[in-house]
């Protein structure tokens, strides 16, 4: 058996539940119970800014 069957067949058997079962694990990681507040923590990074930036026309001292 050349190189190229021997990857083809690992890929197409072995790889493929290998990753399969790495999007599985993923997904269940990421919707498990505990993890709402950092997922809510995440989504306001940007509104976490609490000062207003100056309006362009205003920098000049104009």
């Known amino acids: 058996m050349d190189t190229y069957s ?5 890929a197409d ?3 493929l539940l290998a990753l399969t079962c ?3 694990g993923t997904i269940v990681w990421s919707f498990r119970p505990g993890s709402r ?7 306001d990074i940007p509104f ?7 309006p362009p026309e ?3 001292g104009k």
């Open 6 to 10: 021997f990857l083809r067949e690992l």
């Open 13 to 15: 058997s072995w790889v």
């Open 22 to 24: 790495f999007f599985i």
């Open 37 to 43: 507040k950092t997922h809510e923590d995440t989504a």
């Open 48 to 54: 976490r800014n609490e000062t207003i930036p100056t």
């Open 58 to 60: 205003q920098e000049d």
